[in-house]
């Protein structure tokens, strides 16, 4: 277990706080933050870091929802005024 957790700590995961009897541990990055990384994680392993074929794999040649197509496309717009 000890080394499981010296893992996620050398990753950034979880903070350790060395006691006499013992260690604290807790997370050292937010809920969010491990949700965006466990998401690039997602696009690079199976996507090649390509947002666009991952966006092609969920499409499948199926029907898309004219308003979610807008919303996307604000969206896109959006985080492109942001860089």
Excluded at 51 to 78: H, I, M, N, P, T
């Amino acid at each position: 277990m000890a080394t499981f957790l010296t893992r996620l700590s050398d990753k950034g995961l979880i903070a350790i706080t060395k006691k006499t009897k013992g260690n604290i541990y807790a997370p050292a990055i937010t809920e969010q933050k491990y949700h965006q990384l466990e998401a690039q994680n997602l696009l690079d392993s199976m996507y090649n870091g390509s947002l666009q074929g991952f966006l092609s794999a969920l499409y499948c040649g199926g029907e898309v929802d004219v308003k979610e197509a807008e919303e996307l496309r604000k969206w896109f717009e959006k985080v492109g005024e942001d860089d």
